[in-house]
């Protein structure tokens, strides 16, 4: 199952969020709810959770898991199932970044799969590496900016290492993360190619759920219940 996180307080300012820690909105807080109710109608239960280091995803999940009754699942967090990093982009708000630098480049900065936006220097605030909770990574795996095939490099990672050995001992695993580190399991997952991936979109807190067999090949693949899809790309 994977879950994307609820609205975000720079989600509902329409601004690049990317790597920044904010808090879910009290919508946001509604929608984990929601799809706590969704996934226990569904009667679909987890047996183990993963998640990124973000709060909003964390908080999303720990809203699903009080709403399902499964606070004693174990929980993975890693920082490779984080948002994409935007780059320069990050925490501007999405209209007045178009409005200065063109539609047509903000959105092939968005949507290209190899080509990131401009990256942050060292010295910037948003790079990763003024963040605490990175001070333990290799300072060189902290990204200044990331394309899209960059996320799924990284989110690879840890869908093979940790992921795959939940799902080939037939535990049912929930993934609460963000829009773009979702996509790149869907892509590993459905063998996506460039633009497939890019093109597809995940609400926010909308299950997406899976039935794999013995090989992890998808038999199935359908969201829980329905809202008008969110404005994923920019997460």
């Not at 003024?130 to 095939?149: I, T």
């Not at 790149?184 to 996506?192: F, Q, R, T």
Request: with cysteine.
């Amino acid at each position: 199952m994977l879950l994307r996180h609820g609205q975000s307080e720079s989600n509902s300012r329409n601004l690049f969020t990317g790597w920044s820690d904010v808090d879910l909105t009290e919508q946001g807080r509604a929608e984990a709810r929601d799809a706590a109710v969704l996934l226990r109608s569904a009667g679909v239960l987890f047996d183990v959770a993963f998640t990124s280091w973000l709060r909003r995803a964390d908080q999303t999940l720990q809203i699903v898991m009080e709403g399902m009754g499964l606070q004693g699942v174990p929980v993975h967090r890693s920082w490779r199932l984080n948002e994409r990093h935007y780059g320069q982009l990050q925490g501007l708000e999405k209209r007045a970044t178009a409005a200065r630098h063109g539609a047509d480049q903000v959105q092939q900065w968005r949507r290209s799969f190899r080509a990131p936006p401009p990256p942050v220097e060292p010295g910037d605030e948003r790079h990763p590496r003024h963040d605490p909770q990175y001070a333990v990574l290799d300072p060189a795996l902290l990204p200044a900016s990331e394309s899209l095939q960059d996320t799924l490099d990284r989110v690879g990672l840890c869908w093979r290492e940790s992921i795959v050995p939940e799902l080939m001992a037939g535990r049912t695993v929930l993934v609460a993360a963000h829009g773009n580190s979702l996509r790149s399991i869907v892509n590993l997952v459905d063998n996506l190619d460039e633009e497939q991936t890019a093109d597809f979109g995940i609400p926010t807190a909308i299950p997406l759920v899976y039935e794999l067999d013995d090989s992890l090949a998808p038999l199935s693949r359908r969201f829980l219940g329905s809202r008008e899809e969110a404005d994923w790309t920019g997460a």
